[in-house]
């Protein structure tokens, strides 16, 4: 149909088609840092485990290079919990990036369709809180079964990273799960 038609008038639509955000990129995901029995916050374990990622993903190694985060994403504080924003504060600190709180844990897509949507740098590091990593894994496309034990992220297990890679077309083509340095457990 372009070929009939005026290339101002095609070439809006074929950037349209072109512009998924998550081509060639790399998504990281970490659960909040450990957390106490009552309140909102971190344990004493739990911040030092935020100021470690200060220096843990600044530079973070990828398959084999130090990579510079480009991107910091947290879901946003509830009543119950601001762990995820405690957890990369020191990280955003440290590397002048602006840490983004605009999305709810309970709805994975709109980070997603964010994501996917939006022109952001990389790669992209994500906290959330551990009941929800599993679905939005499944929003990436992942396989939560495969990356979590059951498909779930055990209660008690903090000291995991997910990579998430998309291809040139923005899907996703390799998932793994990392295990952090002892000096951050």
């Given at each position: 149909?372009c070929?009939l038609l005026?290339l101002?008038?095609c070439?809006?639509a ?6 998924d955000r998550l081509?060639n990129a790399t ?6 840092a ?12 739990g ?7 200060a220096?843990?993903?600044h ?5 084999g ?10 879901a ?5 919990s601001?762990?995820?924003r405690?957890?990369?504060?020191p ?7 602006a840490?983004d709180?605009?999305f709810?844990s ?6 997603v369709?964010?994501l ?5 740098a990389?790669?992209?590091?994500i906290c ?10 499944e ?6 079964g495969t990356?979590l034990p ?10 995991r990273?997910?990579?998430l890679h ?7 083509d390799?998932?793994s799960s ?6 951050l457990?």
């Amino acid at each position: 149909m372009c070929a009939l038609l005026p290339l101002l008038f095609c070439a809006p639509a074929l950037v349209r088609a072109q512009a998924d955000r998550l081509a060639n990129a790399t998504v990281l995901i970490v659960r909040h840092a450990e957390k106490p029995d009552e309140g909102s916050g971190l344990t004493a374990q739990g911040l030092a485990r935020a100021q470690a990622y200060a220096h843990y993903f600044h530079p973070f190694a990828l398959d084999g290079h130090a990579v510079e985060m480009g991107a910091l994403y947290a879901a946003f504080d509830t009543k119950g919990s601001a762990r995820p924003r405690l957890t990369l504060e020191p990280l955003s600190k440290a590397t002048g990036l602006a840490l983004d709180l605009r999305f709810s844990s309970d709805d994975p897509a709109a980070l997603v369709k964010h994501l996917r949507d939006e022109a952001h740098a990389q790669p992209v590091l994500i906290c959330w809180r551990h009941k929800r990593i599993p679905a939005l894994l499944e929003a990436f496309g992942a396989d939560a079964g495969t990356l979590l034990p059951q498909g779930k992220w055990p209660d008690a297990v903090y000291d995991r990273v997910i990579v998430l890679h998309f291809d040139a077309a923005g899907h996703l083509d390799r998932q793994s799960s990392v295990q952090e340095p002892e000096l951050l457990r």
